[in-house]
């Protein structure tokens, strides 16, 4: 009974000295320190969002897993491993930069894109009258890849179309062929027939114009996406991964039409979803806007 009463008195105690305490910090605590940790807290939950779902999360299970070894055996004395692991914890934030590359260039790439990030950019000083005349390009261009989905889709073409946007993407460019011509459906068509030289690479649409074609796009690295996904489907996912770019994907066995966008396959459209989801996409004047909005299907079949 006198421990059970000894443990009690000790318990109030420490939640006493504990309160003390909190309320030394209480009466010390400014308006900056609530923005210091509103800071903190930001910049942890933008972490957090970065790594879900990615394998960079795996990643940082295996080094936690390391940190708390490295606790136990300098907890137990165990001076070969302790050292060993103190090595490798020293340089761990290098090897973090290495392996998160592609994350890190995301998030940046992301902030760029952002509200804030637009600001900032040269296009937004440009004058109304050029803006209305890209914007007419655009819908333009928007008008031939919808007509040629369509027909792709008729006669069960494969086609790997990318719209680009804010991100440039001058590095794929460069695997493929300039042309920088007006968008049509013949010259489309002709591009993807499937005995053309260009027809297996990705065509890039910069400014309303089919600027080159036969691109090489990087793959999705996502282990989670479905084994019955081709290559286009992959290349699209990928580019959208790297960045902001629209992608039109058209399926050579099945004729269905996909667009990728933001990491996301949409699936299942018709000529006029398409349109609908190209203008929302490339014409509305509110960034980010699309994630807003989500497509009626999002089916997932097997596809090449």
Not at 16 to 40: E, P
Not at 204 to 230: F, K, S, W
């Amino acid at each position: 009974m006198e421990f059970i009463v000894n443990a009690w008195n000790a318990l109030v105690q420490a939640i006493s000295n504990a309160l003390t305490s909190f309320g030394g910090v209480m009466r010390q605590f400014t308006y900056k320190d609530a923005i210091d940790i509103l800071i903190v807290a930001c910049i942890i939950y933008a972490l957090i969002k970065l790594i879900r779902e990615t394998r960079a999360a795996q990643l940082i299970k295996g080094i936690v897993i390391i940190a708390f070894a490295f606790v136990i055996s300098s907890y137990l004395d165990l001076f070969m491993v302790t050292n060993l692991l103190d090595y490798f914890l020293q340089f761990t934030w290098i090897v973090l930069i290495i392996i998160f590359q592609p994350e890190i260039r995301s998030a940046l790439e992301k902030m760029g894109r952002s509200k804030v990030g637009k600001k900032f950019s040269l296009n937004s000083f440009s004058a109304s009258t050029e803006r209305d005349r890209l914007q007419q390009q655009q819908r333009k261009c928007i008008n031939v890849v919808v007509a040629s989905a369509a027909e792709f889709q008729q006669k069960k073409t494969g086609a790997l179309m990318v719209f680009e946007r804010d991100t440039k993407l001058g590095e794929i460019v460069q695997t493929g062929t300039v042309l920088n011509a007006e968008p049509s459906v013949q010259l489309i068509g002709n591009i993807f027939f499937n005995k053309a030289p260009l027809h297996d690479g990705a065509m890039i649409l910069r400014g309303g114009m089919v600027y080159a074609a036969g691109c090489i796009l990087p793959l999705t690295h996502n282990d989670q996406v479905r084994a019955e996904l081709g290559t286009r489907h992959r290349a699209a996912l990928g580019m959208s991964e790297q960045s902001d770019a629209v992608i039109v994907v058209v399926s050579e066995e099945t004729g269905q039409i996909s667009v990728a966008v933001n990491g996301a396959l949409k699936r299942d459209y018709t000529r006029e979803t398409l349109s609908g989801e190209l203008e929302r996409l490339l014409l509305d004047a509110q960034p980010g806007a699309e994630e807003k909005k989500a497509h009626p299907s999002k089916k997932r079949g097997k596809e090449k």
